[in-house]
């Protein structure tokens, strides 16, 4: 055990509530959520940033030691990555994302060029055991509540934004129906609960509005799965329900065709039942008609939007009406009229 002190505290460690001086030691178990010290050996000019415990960005310098979490990624638009299956120290992993998850980058997209690599400096250790210096290798999942399997009844009525894939406007979205409902009158709380641990989406519905917000990464996990994403769902919900709230938004990361749970929440029984409406963005009007075959045929669900760039003007909001029968309507230039269908909706239901 030896001691070190840290530049930076990603934000997928928030559980782990770190101070910069820690202790490492040189055992890795390798496990999903697992804390490690890095240095960041490479300078990029972009994709540069990681975010902090508080929520800021940062930007990355070569030289830097920070602590970030073990994870995997498939991210379209950015990176693919596992957990290493060994390390020691003094081995170079990556950087996978903002939220600080590392691993072993297998591809990227040009968009944001090679990964940041990071030289291993140690395991961070907790101290579980009061006033002991026995220390064992810190994990985000160690404090967490366990998962619950089963919805409360007597839910409020639940709108969740949906996505073809990253980048599509489900944030944007999320944001618009917040502030909307929230100018309304109504008490909105906000979760995201698929994706790569990173907080800046939920503390962006927080400055939109939601009085309580709620991510995975709460949770202890550092990506979501399939086997996993319906659980984490109806805890979090489970969790906001507490609060009271009038409305509950969800922004399920990724896309429909993601590797991370988005299939699996729409698949669940108790979830699909308890939907009050599905907002769907799209990146362009083919995707759309696409994602709406899709959810009435594999899910037997219907839409109540469309929203994204795909309806960035008429163009592509007539052809989507055209060919699917669904309102297009855009976040940024219809957030009346898509707080005027939505709120007709509110209605809560009951999951089976």
């Not at 990361?253 to 749970?261: N, P, S, T």
């Amino acid at each position: 055990m030896r001691a070190l002190i840290l530049d930076k505290i990603a934000s997928v460690t928030q559980n782990a509530a770190l101070r910069r001086d820690v202790r490492i030691s040189d055992k890795y178990p390798c496990r999903e959520g697992d804390i490690i010290a890095v240095r960041i050996l490479t300078s990029k000019a972009a994709y540069n940033a990681l975010e902090l415990t508080t929520g800021r960005m940062s930007t990355l310098k070569q030289g830097d030691i920070i602590a970030g979490a073990l994870g995997h990624r498939n991210a379209l638009q950015g990176y693919a990555g596992h957990i290493p299956h060994s390390l020691e120290t003094g081995d170079t992993i990556n950087l996978l994302n903002m939220g600080g998850v590392l691993g072993v980058c297998t591809s990227h997209s040009p968009l944001v060029g090679p990964p940041h690599q990071c030289e291993v400096l140690g395991s961070i250790l907790s101290f579980p055991t009061l006033n002991s210096r026995q220390g064992v290798p810190a994990n985000i999942a160690t404090n967490a509540p366990p998962l619950q399997s089963k919805l409360q009844s007597n839910l409020p009525p639940i709108i969740a934004v949906i996505g073809t894939c990253m980048n599509s406007g489900k944030t944007e979205a999320c944001l618009t129906i917040i502030q909307q409902l929230v100018r309304r009158g109504l008490k909105v709380s906000a979760a995201k609960t698929t994706g790569v641990s990173l907080r800046r989406d939920i503390l962006a519905m927080e400055d939109a509005g939601a009085t309580e917000i709620a991510i995975f990464t709460d949770l202890g996990v550092v990506t979501t799965q399939a086997n996993n994403a319906a659980n984490l769902t109806k805890t979090l919900v489970n969790q906001l329900a507490q609060g009271s709230p009038n409305v509950i938004i969800l922004e399920l990361g990724d896309g429909l065709l993601g590797e991370y749970g988005v299939a699996a929440i729409l698949s669940d029984p108790q979830i699909a039942a308890s939907l009050t409406s599905i907002v769907l963005a799209a990146s362009d009007p083919v995707g759309a008609w696409g994602a709406v075959e899709l959810l009435n045929h594999r899910h037997q669900i219907t839409p109540t939007l469309i929203t994204g760039p795909a309806t960035d003007n008429t163009a592509g909001s007539e052809v989507i009406y055209r060919e699917t029968q669904i309102p297009g309507l855009n976040a940024r230039h219809n957030p009346l009229e898509i707080a005027d269908l939505l709120t007709k909706t509110l209605t809560p239901k009951t999951h089976v």
